[in-house]
């Protein structure tokens, strides 16, 4: 009876609250299991910042219940298969057309020596990150895949997955739009797949915008390529990218169409909150980053929509400054960090020292872990393709721990 005294008291308590602030209806509502709707995401994502603290204390709250005080990353090797692509996004550094300085499409004999060199630092993810769709656009690229005997990228990027596989390492691919059928041929030498979805907002598409250009960035076509992953079973990563020209409301609708996805296939592993970094030669080399409050109030809502269970990411050497923060704001996991390659999208942002980003989550009361390119609750008949049991086996000691953990 106390115990039930001591629910009607919280109970009316939460009512009093919510009639003073709705802010405070919505993150009751959140605690308690409610699924948010698109009007309490941009209410979140759009408070003021008096209100920010106790939208960022739920956040942490709901992840603190679910996760506990555990923060991930995966040790990767960055493997650039290609760097050539049909799209010109007004963001991206990484894209190059044949002939410019640092085109590179990466031979199957440096991946193998990238990959033996990051298994022998530590690495377990070879994320094979590459342009879209380089063939439709650059005969030259068509004459360099017929070369290295490939019909296609995503055929190559097969033969690059299986390479890594080889050394040891355990591939996950981001390798643009691909169609269900490449989908479906890379699920057996991948342990997980990505594709940001960046944002919703088809404004981006438009004259000016920064996709306007980038044919491949149609946030229809990108969403149509996260369900038929769902609908093929392979464990998934993507995520939102702010300050591209992006409202605040469209990366709230942005996270729930991520969560309509996620609810009709259970396949959304992680969901990385990205910020625009500026740099020196792109369209918007001067418009202004999104502030560190901006990237806390973007986290926390994602928290808050997609729930306790999700992965919730940022990329911490995107915004070095912050690791406490964001933690705060209720993320889970760093993403990648490699003790070998770049950021090759970002190569101005350093990899944070993992000492360092270890004493740091330490001090703000969490302990810092190495995690595979599948979370745990996915390693299981369903989602892996049983030709990756033996590459997993090999990591069975920290699977054991995830399990246990
Ligand atoms: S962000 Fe990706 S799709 Fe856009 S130009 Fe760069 S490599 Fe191409």
Known sequence: MAYKGRWVRMAQIESLAARRNPLDAILARALAGERLDESDAIALIECADGDLPRVMAAAAEMRDRAKGRDVTFSPKVFLPITNLCRDRCGYCTFRKDPGDPGAWTMTLAEVAEWSRRGREQGCIEALMCLGDKPELAFREYRDTLKSLG???????????????????????????????????????????????????????????????????????????????AGELRIPFTTGILIGIGDTTAERALSLLAIRA?????????????????????????????????????????????????????????????????????????????????????????????????GERCARAGFRLKRRLAIYPEFINDKWVDPALGPALGRFSDLIAAEVQA
């Open 150 to 228: 490939a019909r296609g990228t995503a055929e190559y990027v097969a033969r690059a997955c299986a390479t890594a596989l080889d050394a040891g390492l355990l591939p996950h691919t981001n390798a643009g739009l691909l169609t269900r059928g490449e989908l479906a041929m890379l699920r057996p030498l991948n342990v997980s797949m990505g594709l940001m979805l960046e944002s919703v907002s088809p404004r981006l598409r438009a004259r000016g915008g920064v996709h306007q250009w980038a044919p491949d960035k149609d946030p229809a076509a990108r969403l149509k390529m996260i369900d038929e």
């Open 261 to 357: 996805s996620h609810e009709r296939h259970g396949h959304i592993q992680e969901v990385i909150i990205q910020n625009f970094r500026a740099k020196p030669g792109l369209p918007l080399e001067d418009a202004p980053e999104p502030g560190a409050l901006e990237m806390a109030r973007a986290s926390a809502t994602a928290r808050l929509t997609l729930g306790g269970a999700m992965n919730v990411q940022a990329p911490p050497n995107l915004s070095p400054h912050e690791i406490e923060l964001f933690l705060a704001a209720g993320i889970n996991d760093w993403g990648g960090i490699s003790p070998l390659s770049r950021d090759y999208v970002n190569p101005e942002a350093p990899w944070p020292h993992l000492e360092r980003l």
